[in-house]
Nanobody, 114 residues
């Protein structure tokens, strides 16, 4: 079964950190460029971090310098280390291939609030 399962979200205060994990199954994970996306109420889903198959990474300006994407191809898992979190980072976070080839998972909620 082709699917992704996201985990690691939670509630933190501004300035805090979280590490998200996303485990994929049913795909040849290592050939795909993977991304972390987020969606907050009333807004479109946006791509915030990309792990390209050759090993390069790319970040949205809003998270650059604070978020780090990494992957473990043997575990078919992609991670998102989020530091210096801000209230505007509050959203449901999803992972997928950058083309959205996998059915979207449930996501994991991140709430940043004092």
């Amino acid at each position: 079964q082709v699917q992704v399962v996201e985990s690691g979200g939670g509630s933190v205060q501004p300035g805090g950190s979280l590490r998200l994990s996303c485990e994929a199954s049913g795909i040849n994970f290592e050939i795909y460029s993977m991304g972390w996306f987020r969606q907050s109420p009333g807004k479109q889903r946006e791509l915030v971090a990309t792990s390209y198959r050759p090993g390069n990474t790319k970040y949205a300006d809003s998270v650059k310098g604070r978020f780090t994407i990494s992957r473990d191809n043997a575990k078919k898992t992609v991670y998102l280390q989020m530091n210096s979190l801000k209230p505007e980072d509050t959203a449901v976070y999803f992972c997928n291939t950058i083309s959205g080839a996998i059915p979207w998972g449930q996501g994991t909620q991140v709430t940043v609030s004092s």
